[in-house]
RNA sequence: GCCACCAUAGCUCAGCUGGCAGAGCGGGCGUUUCGUAAACGUCAGGUCGUGGGUUCGAAUCCCACUGGUGGCUCCA
């Protein structure tokens, strides 16, 4: 979906959205003579924004006046002029337009374009005119708004946006658009969005049963329903499997610990924005974890380490509880609480880069089995404002990852300063069916917990050393991977993760009695079965087991009864009919096996 | 947390400028026993998110809180 950045900016679909913000801002000064504070409005990846200082609050109404009155100016056709000016001459042209002059002042002084990126030199200051309106602008625009195709053009919506995405700055208004070269396109991407509206996981989760979310337990806490339940429960089977294989060793640790666990840790220093207040137990504080780390090196210390224990791997379904301010929370994709499949592997210093390299691999494997195809990694490097340890300490573990990275061939970006306060890390998203990306993986090098908990090691040499750490998560957090899985498939599991994979429907009620024995000898086999029995026609059970999205239909009338048969139908319309029990049984079997 | 909007039955939603709380689906019961996406009939379901206020009278107007939606900021 999004596209290489340097091509788009370049396009003339980028020209369009820039101008069309122009035309936007134009009719939003008009309605507003004179009140009107215009900030910035960029191209973005579908269309483009305008941030205003306006005396009222926008309503839909207004929305559809500005979009009418846009198309009027573009049919007014004028011709985007370009203009440069110096400083002064800019200051004059936007007197009253606080926002603008602020801009003036960070372009005169260099080193950052006019929407904060860094820039190398002091970009010359230029104006561009169309008609009545005149903008702050480097361009590039079309030459006349006549270019603006009006049919392609929509305002999507308002919200409020920080000036310059500050929380301590004003709040802005900010109107979004989105613009294309012709009306199919704009109807092709009003497409997407209800397609993407369609596979909603809240919509899903509340149709197929799956989760939900209650006003009671509080925001941002999940209910796993018996269907979601399952659904989790097949992933983390598959994935307790795979990490048994992969030597991992489980381990189990408490919700709570005590406050001085987490001042050793750092996280009351680092991370206590994103903890709960703590309880009084006898006079001792506690604090719910919002990571596993701290237990899991707990374990660690309980007995000396020799270099011959390592690589350790300990693996834990932890649940963690980190506050989110209430604005953030999203269905599963953001929650409160969530469980993540985290483990930490403590390592001699020349394991390090195998273990990097193996986790890697164990991650992509894992991503792959559930049906993600498209990975983004992405290279988390040290944010000097917000880090333990040095900047040269940082620099051996950063290199590290970036080495395992380029060993594995997988294409990288670096996110610089988005590490966590304790190393640098390797995130891993992915891109699902209708092409958005979602963080699930992390990979995170820690030199900071060994430090502070004093871990160690008997070497060879009979003296102590310290051990080298990873903390992992490969689906990331449960929560918001089952979130992904449910989008990524739009609810229609593959047979091997379907909560239900069977559903058995009698024709008629003499049927019922072959439609158990037929559910149990599938049940017996493995299969997640049950059998229709409501007195309901079998149109309307047809049409149900479709609706939640089954798998495999099993219909079963007088025929099948007498032969031994089921007659199977396929959520995708397709209907291969009747065959021996034992005969879908087979295929049922080997499309679980595969994960197909 | 901030900006805007929203909250009526399990779900989706109607309910006008304040005057008797509604529909469809779903659920219960009955009839029907049916061959690949909705049989028919009948019954039950609501302190109109919560609390306060205005008013003769509030689902409707005002305030606060809770929860949600789209963004901003932040992030697994």
């Known amino acids: ?59 839909p109404e207004d929305l559809q006046a500005i979009e009418a009155r846009m198309r009027e100016i573009i049919a007014e056709d004028h011709a985007f002029e370009r203009q440069a000016l110096t400083g002064d001459e800019a200051r004059r042209l936007f007197a009253d337009q606080p926002y603008k002059l602020e801009l003036i002042a960070g372009l005169e002084a ?15 200051i230029s104006i561009y005119r169309d008609g009545a309106f005149t903008d702050l602008c480097r361009g590039p625009h079309v030459e006349r708004t006549g270019m603006i195709n009006p049919s392609a053009i929509k305002l999507m919506g308002t919200s409020g946006a920080y000036w310059r995405g500050d929380e301590k700055n004003p709040m802005l208004q900010r109107i979004y ?37 209650s006003e009671e337990i509080g ?8 269907k979601g339940g399952m659904l989790r429960k097949v992933a983390e089977d598959y994935c307790r499997e795979e ?15 005590r406050a001085a666990l987490w001042e050793i840790s750092g996280h009351l220093g680092w991370y206590q924005e994103n903890m709960y207040a703590p309880l009084d137990i006898e006079g001792q504080a506690y604090y719910l974890k919002p990571m596993n780390c701290p237990f899991h090196i707990q374990i660690y210390k309980s007995r000396t380490r020799s270099y011959r224990d390592l690589p350790l791997r300990f693996a834990e379904w932890g649940t963690v509880y980190r506050y989110e301010r209430s604005g953030v929370l999203h269905g599963l994709m953001r929650v409160r609480g969530f469980t993540q499949d985290d483990a930490h592997l403590f390592c001699r210093p020349d394991q390090m880069p195998d273990e990097i390299d193996r986790v890697l691999a164990f991650s ?20 000097p404002k917000k880090a333990a340890g040095t900047p040269e300490q940082w620099e051996a573990p950063t290199e590290a990852l970036r080495m395992a990275l380029e060993r594995a061939e997988m294409p990288y970006r670096i996110d610089e300063g988005e590490a966590t306060f304790y190393g640098p ?72 993760l379907a909560p239900l994979q069977a559903m058995v429907i ?78 879908f049984l087979a295929r049922a079997q080997e499309e679980v096996a595969a994960r197909r």
Not at 187 to 206: I, M, N, P, S
Not at 219 to 226: D, F, Q
């Open 110 to 124: 260099g080193g950052q374009d006019e929407y904060g990126a860094e820039i190398a030199g002091k970009p010359e």
């Open 243 to 257: 990490h048994e294989r992969g030597g991992y060793q489980f381990v189990y640790s408490p919700h709570i610990g």
């Open 506 to 583: 009698p024709i008629a009620d003499r049927h019922v009695e072959y439609a158990r024995q037929t559910a149990a000898r599938l049940k017996e086999a493995g299969l997640r079965v049950e059998v229709d029995e409501r007195n309901e026609r079998m149109n309307a059970k047809i049409r149900d087991a479709q609706m939640q999205k089954v798998p495999y239909m099993l219909v079963v009338g007088d025929k099948e009864a007498e032969s031994g048969q089921v007659a199977l139908r396929l959520r995708s319309g397709d209907n291969p009919g009747a065959m021996p029990l034992e005969a």
């Open 177 to 213: 658009g989105t613009a294309w070269k012709t009306a199919e396109e704009l109807e092709q991407y009003v497409w997407r969005q209800e397609e993407a509206r369609k596979r909603d996981h809240r919509k899903l989760g509340r149709e197929l049963d799956l989760f939900s979310v």
């Open 219 to 226: 925001a941002g806490l999940i209910l796993w329903h018996p």
């Open 1 to 59: 979906m999004s596209m290489p950045q340097v091509d788009y900016k370049e396009s003339e679909l980028y020209r369009i959205r820039h101008s069309a913000a122009h035309v936007m801002a134009q009719a939003v000064m008009e309605m507003f003579p004179g009140q009107a504070r215009i900030a910035i409005g960029p191209p973005i990846d579908d269309g483009f924004y305008y941030d205003f200082e306006l005396p009222r609050a926008l309503t």
């Open 425 to 496: 890390k390797i995130d891993i998203k992915v891109n699902d069916a209708i092409g958005r990306e979602w963080q699930l993986s992390t990979i995170q090098f820690d030199f900071n917990l060994p430090e502070r908990f004093n871990l160690s090691y008997v070497g060879e040499d009979g003296q102590e050393h310290r051990p080298y750490m990873v903390h992992r998560a490969l689906m990331g957090s449960m929560e918001r991977f089952m979130g992904v899985l449910i989008e990524h498939y739009a609810g229609a599991f593959p047979a091997w």
């Open 364 to 383: 992509l494997n894992i991503l792959r089995a559930f049906g993600f195809r498209d990975f983004q990694c992405y290279l988390s490097t040290m944010n």
